[in-house]
């Protein structure tokens, strides 16, 4: 019997009514006090409440007392755990020695096991300071652990370890990733023939589960491919994984693709970390320009797509994969592998499937579609008035060569739309904003010109090794672009690579922008 009792805050009162109580022959199960109220479980036995009820009256400074269904403190544990079912993961509240007192989804049969027991951590592990994530195997599953030690008054009170699968990680980063909503096939505007042609071949491909290579230039659209290949396969349940093999350097671009274990390398977490193979399991991963990849993570790639195991970075355990690689590049391969730059037989690997992706001037009849799209994403995105096209405007950008494809063609009208909110869009408008990136390119200064090979022959006699004598060069050219070029996307334009193997390069040899 649960029963609550409204007196005067007044020294002794509790005393008083356990007093009466165990007049009666009552004993107290459970007892809770607050300002005003007392809250008590017991052991009704025969009495009934009426009697209960007269004999705590008796007790001065009583002002109410009746029954109750549920202590505030059962109440609490009932809202909670309720709020537990509902949380997907699994959640584990651990006391000071470490063992199970509470868990969500009827998982009592882990009721007073260890946490190493359960989930292979330690006591030890559990009385760090600060909160900290691992992974672990739980149910024949690998989950990330997310642990938050419990400290009160400097003294270890036990933690809260929450289960997440890898698959929900890698379905968050995937979301993260993509930045714009996207449906798929549906979603890539055009319906020229080379556009059409794309489409076709993309549908079949989706049902062949086998590895892509993508080729086309830069700003053509190689990752919404991917991604729709991705969505139309039978993977789209599962996460699409995106990296640019450019933007990274070899060991973190490594430590990303592979994962890593605990301590692997300097600066590497504590923690360890799974890699886009891992968490892409079942899905899709996308290697873009991966014609820039070194040698050495070619042959460790050509060695996963052997089996589809892989071993984390610093590991020694085996870990399969089921994924789906699609890789793309601007590059010309042939040239590539004539040099010694890209392995053939990863090159044979990764184009069991080729598709190529022709670039917007050979597509003008999409603009029209592509610009319409363009602008009411951008309205859309800034809450702007859609501007009117007029057609001499749509004239200049069929006759326009289109260097950045559809990129490019995003960014213009990106820029127009947000300079000419509900008004009309013309030509003289166009030919600016064309200009400003055109103007760029005039009067290119020549490798000649610009004395690139600084020093004279025997300062080039003198190089130990053939990469000694290809960084002097790299770092010569860099510097004596840099200032007519004066952005990393500029630069990479003006050579015809990513920007950021450029923004690379210029760290690499400490190069700093002409206007610092």
């Not at 007892?31 to 001065?60: H, P, W």
């Amino acid at each position: 019997m649960r029963i609550e009792v409204y007196s005067t805050d007044r020294l002794g009162i509790s005393q008083e009514i356990l007093n009466e109580l165990a007049n009666l022959g009552l004993n107290i199960k459970a007892m809770e006090v607050a300002s005003g109220v007392i809250y008590l479980n017991i052991e009704s036995r025969d009495l009934d409440f009426e009697t209960i009820q007269q004999s705590i009256s008796k007790v001065d400074g009583v002002s109410l007392c009746q029954q109750l269904d549920l202590l505030p403190s059962e109440l609490k544990q009932q809202h909670l755990q309720a709020l537990l079912k509902r949380i997907p993961d699994p959640i584990f509240d651990l006391d000071a020695a470490g063992q199970v007192i509470s868990c969500n989804h009827h998982r009592h049969i882990y009721l007073s096991r260890s946490s190493e027991q359960v989930l292979g951590i330690t006591l030890t592990e559990l009385r760090q300071k600060a909160a900290f994530s691992r992974d672990v195997s739980f149910e024949e599953q690998t989950f990330q652990a997310e642990v938050t030690p419990l400290w009160i008054d400097g003294v270890f009170s036990g933690a809260v370890v929450m289960l997440k699968s890898l698959d929900k990680v890698a379905n968050q980063l995937s979301n993260f990733q993509q930045s714009i909503s996207f449906n798929g096939v549906e979603d890539i505007v055009g319906d020229s023939p080379p556009i059409l042609q794309v489409k076709e071949q993309l549908f079949k491909f989706a049902g062949l589960d086998l590895p892509i290579l993508i080729n086309g230039e830069t700003g053509t659209g190689k990752e919404l491919v991917a991604r729709a290949i991705h969505l139309q396969s039978h993977r789209k349940d599962k996460p699409f994984l995106a990296i640019n093999c450019a933007a990274l350097p070899e060991q973190l671009l490594e430590s990303e693709l592979f994962g890593y274990v605990a301590g692997a390398f300097t600066g590497a977490s504590t923690k360890g970390k799974p890699g886009l193979f891992e968490l892409a399991n079942g899905g899709t991963v996308f290697l873009d320009e991966i014609a820039e990849m070194s040698v050495y993570l070619q042959a460790k790639l050509l060695r996963f797509l052997q089996d589809y195991s892989f071993r984390r970075l610093g590991g020694d355990k085996e870990t399969q994969a089921n994924v789906r690689i699609i890789s793309a590049s601007h590059q010309p391969f042939e040239q590539f592998i004539a040099q010694g730059n890209f392995r053939q037989d990863l090159y044979y690997r990764l184009n069991v499937l080729n598709l190529v992706l022709p670039p917007l001037k050979a597509r003008v009849e999409d603009i029209k579609q592509l610009c319409d799209h363009f602008i009411c994403q951008a309205c859309e995105q800034t809450k702007l008035t859609k501007p009117e096209l007029l057609p001499d405007a749509l004239s200049v950008l069929h006759a326009y060569n289109w260097p950045g494809n559809i990129r490019q063609l995003q960014n213009v009208m990106f820029r127009l739309t947000a300079l000419n909110s509900g008004k009309q869009i013309t030509a003289p408008m166009i030919k600016q904003v064309l200009n400003q990136f055109t103007s760029t390119f005039d009067d290119k200064p020549t490798v000649d010109s610009l004395n690139v090979m600084r020093g004279d022959s025997s300062d080039w006699l003198n190089v130990d090794n053939w990469q000694e004598a290809q960084s002097r060069f790299e770092s010569n050219l860099l510097k004596a672009l840099y200032p007519h070029f004066p952005s990393t996307r500029k630069l990479a334009q003006r050579l015809a690579v990513s920007h950021n193997k450029i923004a690379i390069k210029l760290r690499q040899y400490g190069i700093k922008c002409p206007s610092d």
